[in-house]
């Protein structure tokens, strides 16, 4: 029998192959990932809401499909978590907020219920700031979410529980959300690789809110979803189980021109990459500077791509963006919550409702959301790929919004997510990949931006560096403190 811990090591394409051949089997995997979450959720609670019991009968669901001789799926046997935001049926939504804390929701988001119908077997829903309304791992309800590479720091968010569980091997998939960085965060502050598809890649149903769920909505034109992994491959192949049209995302793209499993192969040489190193106007932290210059040679020395040094050209997009959230945000029945619910509400979320937004507010978001796409239009024209640092800043202490200061400067509380948000804005593909290390040994990222609707190049790119400085075997000193 394969041991336990080395089983919670392994990526989600070898243990799919492992399970199908039946050198694994299903419940030898889930029990040992539900070993291994008993074991590190005291110290690192990614998990909101664990579902031991349904995990079970799953798996013992794909060993029958497997003994009957039938194909149980892609992803069949394979651990994922969901993300506490994502609607699962049968299973507790809470949403991180008190007005959500008990709701069970009646059907499955679209993506959760295409990654069943492949064999994933659900460990659980993974702890999320309130409503996502954050980059962090707190909420008022549920214990804050601990990042594994030092507990007493923040994981990033808003797919907070996600990235742990994923960086810690409960599970090697795990389902998240981006609608201004909330999988790209998360998974460079815990050393993963963490993809954001292209806008309309993967359907949004009910992700996007409706009637039916008073006073929450979703960033319906920012939002997308994206898997949190060890490994590219891992990432392609989820996404080519949650990927393509569905009736119900009005927004949802044709299928996809091309096989996400294939796009991984093929080098780089001759690309030209624009490096955009601060956008020409934010702080940056300088150890994070260091790690993503160097990550950008190995594009240039190792990769045979033309790297030269480029900003877009817009502005501090940070208003805009507030506005455009505000703006796709069920604004009068969160505020209809916070007449019962406000005492038991996280304090940012409620001055965010409580701002006297105006029509001109939304109306300048918008005209400036789209200067900022027609610029980067324009800009991508003349690169294959853009780099920036994912973030301007290593993992900062648990309980803040973010820093008061970058890099010496005076901050926002949203500044340090200045590389993000900018690309929901413009719906194109972006990744993280783990870059390196800062000197206390925590994790930075560099962020991988394709152009409109290129998402093969940016999986190609991050399968090239992932070869070239692969990360897959570096894990958090925790696991081997505790045996694991």
Same mark, same amino acid.
């Given at each position: 029998?394969?041991?336990? !811990?080395?089983?919670?090591?392994?990526?989600?394409?070898?243990?799919?192959?492992?399970?199908?051949?039946?050198?694994?089997?299903? +419940?030898?995997?889930?029990?040992?990932?539900?070993?291994?979450?008993?074991?590190? &959720?005291?110290?690192?609670?990614?998990?909101?809401?664990?579902?031991?019991?349904?995990?079970?009968?799953?798996?013992?669901?794909?060993?029958?499909?497997?003994?009957?001789?039938? @194909?149980?799926?892609?992803?069949?046997?394979?651990?994922?978590?969901?993300? @506490?935001?994502?609607?699962?049926?049968?299973?507790?939504?809470?949403?991180?907020?008190?007005?959500?804390?008990?709701?069970?929701? @009646?059907?499955? #988001?679209?993506?959760?219920?295409?990654?069943?119908?492949?064999?994933?077997?659900?460990?659980?829903?993974?702890?999320?700031? &309130?409503?996502?309304?954050?980059?962090?791992?707190? !909420?008022?309800?549920? &214990?804050?979410?601990?990042?594994?590479?030092?507990?007493?720091?923040?994981?990033?968010? $808003?797919? *907070?529980?996600?990235?742990?569980?994923?960086?810690?091997?409960?599970?090697?998939?795990?389902?998240? $959300?981006?609608?201004?960085?909330?999988?790209?965060?998360?998974?460079?502050?815990?050393?993963?690789?963490?993809?954001?598809?292209?806008?309309?890649?993967?359907?949004?149903?009910?992700?996007?809110?409706?009637?039916?769920?008073?006073?929450?909505?979703?960033?319906e034109s920012l939002e997308c979803y994206g898997p949190l992994t060890r490994t590219v491959a891992d990432?392609?192949?989820?996404? $080519?189980? =949650?990927?393509?049209? #569905? =009736?119900?995302?009005?927004?949802?793209?044709p299928p996809a021109n091309f096989d996400w499993i294939e796009a991984l192969k093929g080098d780089l040489?001759?690309?030209?990459?624009? %490096?955009?190193?601060?956008?020409? %106007?934010?702080?940056?932290?300088?150890?994070?500077?260091? +790690?993503?210059? *160097?990550?950008?040679?190995?594009? &240039?020395?190792?990769?045979?791509?033309?790297?030269?040094?480029?900003?877009?050209?817009?502005?501090?997009? *940070?208003?805009?963006?507030?506005?455009?959230?505000?703006?796709?945000?069920?604004?009068?029945?969160?505020?209809?919550?916070?007449?019962?619910?406000?005492?038991?509400?996280?304090?940012?979320?409620?001055?965010? /409702?409580?701002?006297?937004?105006?029509?001109?507010?939304?109306?300048?978001? !918008?005209?400036?959301?789209?200067? /900022?796409?027609?610029?980067?239009?324009?800009? =991508?024209?003349?690169?294959?790929?853009?780099?920036?640092?994912?973030?301007?800043?290593?993992?900062?202490? +648990?309980? =803040?919004?973010?820093?008061?200061?970058?890099?010496?400067?005076?901050?926002?509380?949203?500044?340090?997510?200045?590389?993000?948000?900018?690309? !929901?804005?413009?719906?194109?593909?972006?990744?993280?990949?783990?870059?390196?290390?800062? $000197?206390?040994a925590l994790p930075v990222g560099l962020q991988i931006i394709g152009r409109h609707l290129d998402d093969?190049?940016?999986?190609?790119?991050?399968?090239?560096?992932?070869?070239?400085?692969?990360?897959?075997?570096?894990?958090?000193?925790?696991?081997?403190?505790?045996?694991?």
């Amino acid at each position: 029998m394969t041991d336990a !811990n080395e089983i919670c090591r392994m990526d989600a394409v070898t243990l799919a192959a492992k399970i199908r051949s039946r050198e694994l089997s299903a +419940i030898e995997v889930t029990v040992a990932a539900l070993a291994r979450m008993e074991k590190l &959720e005291p110290i690192l609670q990614a998990f909101c809401t664990p579902t031991p019991d349904l995990a079970i009968d799953q798996a013992r669901r794909i060993e029958a499909e497997i003994a009957a001789g039938r @194909d149980p799926g892609p992803v069949a046997g394979v651990p994922a978590s969901i993300k @506490d935001l994502i609607l699962t049926k049968g299973i507790r939504t809470a949403s991180g907020s008190a007005a959500y804390e008990n709701f069970v929701p @009646d059907e499955d #988001d679209v993506a959760v219920e295409r990654l069943k119908a492949a064999g994933a077997i659900i460990l659980g829903k993974t702890n999320v700031p &309130e409503f996502g309304y954050s980059a962090t791992g707190h !909420n008022p309800i549920f &214990e804050t979410t601990r990042n594994p590479w030092n507990t007493t720091l923040t994981s990033g968010g $808003s797919s *907070a529980g996600a990235a742990v569980a994923v960086a810690t091997g409960m599970g090697p998939l795990a389902v998240g $959300s981006d609608g201004g960085g909330s999988v790209r965060i998360p998974a460079s502050f815990c050393g993963l690789y963490g993809f954001k598809p292209s806008f309309g890649r993967i359907p949004l149903y009910p992700g996007a809110r409706d009637e039916r769920y008073p006073g929450v909505s979703g960033w319906e034109s920012l939002e997308c979803y994206g898997p949190l992994t060890r490994t590219v491959a891992d990432a392609a192949l989820m996404t $080519s189980v =949650m990927a393509g049209p #569905d =009736m119900r995302d009005r927004h949802s793209l044709p299928p996809a021109n091309f096989d996400w499993i294939e796009a991984l192969k093929g080098d780089l040489k001759g690309k030209r990459i624009a %490096y955009s190193r601060d956008w020409g %106007y934010a702080a940056v932290e300088p150890e994070v500077l260091r +790690i993503a210059d *160097a990550a950008v040679k190995v594009f &240039e020395r190792d990769l045979g791509c033309i790297v030269e040094q480029a900003n877009p050209g817009w502005d501090d997009p *940070a208003r805009a963006f507030a506005g455009v959230v505000v703006a796709e945000t069920d604004l009068a029945g969160m505020r209809t919550m916070l007449d019962r619910y406000e005492s038991r509400m996280s304090p940012h979320l409620v001055d965010l /409702l409580r701002m006297p937004w105006t029509a001109e507010d939304f109306t300048n978001a !918008n005209v400036g959301r789209k200067a /900022l796409v027609n610029k980067m239009w324009r800009f =991508m024209m003349r690169y294959d790929l853009l780099l920036t640092p994912t973030l301007a800043v290593p993992p900062f202490p +648990i309980l =803040m919004q973010g820093p008061d200061k970058i890099a010496g400067q005076v901050a926002r509380a949203s500044s340090w997510l200045c590389f993000t948000f900018p690309i !929901n804005l413009t719906g194109q593909p972006a990744a993280t990949v783990p870059a390196g290390f800062t $000197s206390d040994a925590l994790p930075v990222g560099l962020q991988i931006i394709g152009r409109h609707l290129d998402d093969p190049m940016v999986l190609r790119a991050s399968a090239c560096f992932e070869a070239a400085r692969p990360w897959r075997d570096k894990w958090p000193p925790l696991l081997d403190k505790m045996r694991l």
